[in-house]
């Protein structure tokens, strides 16, 4: 019995409401790596993951497993766990951003209604899923798409409205505009 139980027969379910949205579930890319023991060698593979609601919400993760649907799986759960909110601008973003991560570099672009996603393996992956239809961009140095993706949410979370910019400012939207 719950003696110290003050939620008067409610429950807490923000964690299982959280594991229940319909998430849009993308594998970048999977790696096999191979260690090397006394009796032979060690496969094991790692799965960078990135899922997003489509409607601004987005994160990803990576799993290590010795089976790929384990390392999926797990690629997956840490996403979930990942998951933060981006600012949009319609069906783009509201300015011109570039993220940054390790030696990966990505710009961000808006583009009219109508342009579709320009954008290549890993990024087209993360900005599909953030539920972005028309943006143009462009990787920059590293090609690898852990750094690529890290970059490319770096470069997400930069973004501002008018209204968030304003209230930083302490002034009006119109004032900015």
Do not use: W
Not at 153 to 167: E, H, I, T, Y
Request: proline fraction near 3%; glycine fraction near 12%; include cysteine.
């Amino acid at each position: 019995m719950a003696y110290n139980d003050n939620s008067g027969g409610r429950r807490d379910n923000r964690r299982e409401d959280a594991g229940h949205q319909d998430y849009i579930e993308k594998v970048v890319s999977l790696n096999r790596v191979a260690k090397t023991h006394k009796g032979g060698r060690t496969f094991t593979f790692s799965a960078l993951c990135v899922v997003g609601d489509g409607k601004g919400r987005v994160g990803y993760g990576l799993g290590k497993a010795q089976e790929i649907s384990e390392a999926i799986r797990k690629g997956i759960e840490d996403a979930k766990k990942r998951v933060f909110q981006i600012t949009r601008s319609g069906s783009t973003i509201p300015h011109e951003a570039t993220g940054v991560f390790g030696a990966g570099r990505v710009i961000l672009k808006p583009a009219p209604p109508g342009t579709g996603v320009i954008a290549g393996g890993a990024v087209r992956a993360v900005v599909e899923a953030a539920g972005i239809s028309d943006i143009r961009t462009k990787r920059l140095r590293s090609s690898n798409p852990q750094n690529v993706v890290a970059a490319t949410m770096a470069g997400l979370r930069s973004l501002r409205d008018a209204a968030q910019v304003a209230q930083i400012r302490g002034k009006t939207a119109e004032e900015i505009l």
